[in-house]
């Protein structure tokens, strides 16, 4: 499974791309407010995340309403950078435009999926990338894994004919809050799971390392006092 970093904050996309795994960002309107953004330099703050993560896919979400207005926005954001993917929210409207931009070769990610018909839709309208949300299940107590199984095994039952049979679409596991769900999507077959940076970094931890590191350091201390 592949790690997406979950954030339009500029030194945390940074770190994790120095870290020398990570495959790819994911942003939506709440993170770059996040970010304290201003609408006239969004799209200059998505180009800079395009540079720092040059030739991995960084998503960056259309806020238009219309089909026709999300293939306009869609088209505009996807020439900033060669590694754009454009962003669309599953619903009436962006099934036509996720068609229109997929048939010229613009990589879509549909996010807000929380159903796999609503996934199976999306990969027949040709998105790239399908994103299932996880947290917010649990959110409102609900099992947001049970769910994501589900659409992992409905999405990879068939093939779609719009990319590479082995690149897509492929399955982002979004709304992720902890290191259980990094494990349980990799379980479930998850191609992707984008985490937010806090989390990203308690992947790293586990308390018995953290443990183990303070007995070594302890021990050198001891053996370097010695010499
Ligand atoms: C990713 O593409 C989503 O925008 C993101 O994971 C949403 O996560 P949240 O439920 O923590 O806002």
């Excluded at 993560?53 to 505009?76: K, N, Q």
């Excluded at 900033?80 to 669309?88: C, D, G, H, S």
């Excluded at 586990?206 to 010499?227: I, N, Q, Y």
């Amino acid at each position: 499974m592949k790690f997406f970093v979950d954030t339009a904050d500029l030194d945390e996309i940074k770190e994790a791309e120095s870290w020398g795994c990570l495959s790819g960002v994911t942003t939506n309107p709440s993170l770059y407010a996040k970010t304290g953004g201003k609408l006239a330099d969004f799209e200059g703050h998505m180009v800079k995340i395009c540079q720092i993560c040059e030739g991995l896919p960084v998503s960056a979400e259309s806020t238009a309403e219309t089909t026709e207005d999300m293939i306009a926005e869609g088209r505009r954001l996807a020439s900033l950078a060669p590694n754009i993917v454009v962003k669309l929210p599953i619903c009436e409207a962006s099934l036509p435009a996720m068609h229109t931009l997929a048939k010229e070769g613009i990589r879509v990610n549909c996010t807000l999926v929380f159903s796999a018909p609503q996934a199976l839709l999306a990969a027949r309208a040709g998105a790239r990338y399908i994103s299932p949300f996880v947290g917010r299940f649990d959110d409102i107590g609900d099992e947001g894994l049970d769910h994501l199984e589900e659409m992992i095994d409905a999405v990879h039952n068939y093939s779609y004919g719009y990319w590479d049979e082995e690149d897509g679409p492929e399955i982002i596991t979004a709304s992720v809050r902890t290191p259980h769900h990094v494990t349980q999507a990799a379980l479930l077959g998850a191609d992707i799971a984008t985490v937010p940076f806090g989390a990203l970094k308690k992947c790293v931890h586990h308390p018995l390392t953290d443990r183990g590191l303070e007995l070594f350091a302890a021990d050198w201390a001891k053996v370097t006092a010695e010499a």
